[in-house]
């Protein structure tokens, strides 16, 4: 009886740390990562017409971490983004794919954002989510929701392209938190490679 109290307060103990060293950190749930498509995969699928593939780190300067407030209304955690992009048989552009992630109180989200050769969203895809949240987002893609962010350049506004989308409760929370990383993403990709 002893011998389980002490693994009791040792747990708490933890927990209480935990709190300490992480402010926040008790109401946030703590559920394991799911891959629902790999980045590799989505790099593929979603640039079908490259015959090559290209990764380009572009580390975040001053001012293009005030062009990202300006536009993304948020601070990157990363110091730099990777944009995957493709190129066709003839040396010519063909998308780039870069994976804007959000924290959430149901735990992290990644999607994998395409942009076609002209600079406007061509795909969204949900790439990470965690097991507590993948129902939800599950029932955002049956819905359709993902196909609402096409068309969208930098400087459009995620959240007006589901403004119209009528799903309550988590699933309406996710359609929201899907909006804030498409347009962190936007963002991101007319400050750092658009640029370019």
Not at 123 to 148: C, D, F, M, Q, Y
């Amino acid at each position: 009886m002893t011998h389980h109290r002490g693994r009791w307060r040792l747990a708490l103990g933890a927990v209480a740390a935990l709190a300490l060293a992480y402010p926040g950190a008790a109401d946030a749930h703590i559920t394991p990562v799911v891959v629902l498509h790999k980045q590799a995969d989505v790099i593929r699928a979603r640039l079908p017409d490259a015959t090559g593939f290209f990764v380009t780190d572009v580390a975040i300067g001053r001012e293009d971490l005030q062009r990202i407030k300006d536009t993304g209304h948020f601070t990157p955690e990363a110091a730099k983004v990777k944009f995957y992009s493709g190129k066709n048989a003839q040396g010519a552009p063909v998308g780039v794919v870069l994976f804007p992630q959000l924290d959430t109180p149901h735990g992290p989200l990644e999607i994998g954002l395409t942009l076609g050769a002209d600079g406007r969203v061509t795909s969204v895809v949900v790439t990470r989510a965690t097991v507590e949240s993948k129902p939800w987002i599950e029932r955002v893609v049956r819905a359709g929701v993902l196909k609402r962010f096409q068309g969208l350049a930098p400087g459009g506004d995620a959240h007006q392209a589901v403004a119209a989308v009528k799903l309550g409760g988590r699933p309406g929370y996710f359609v929201d938190a899907i909006a804030t990383a498409v347009q962190h993403g936007l963002a991101l990709y007319g400050a750092l490679y658009a640029k370019g």
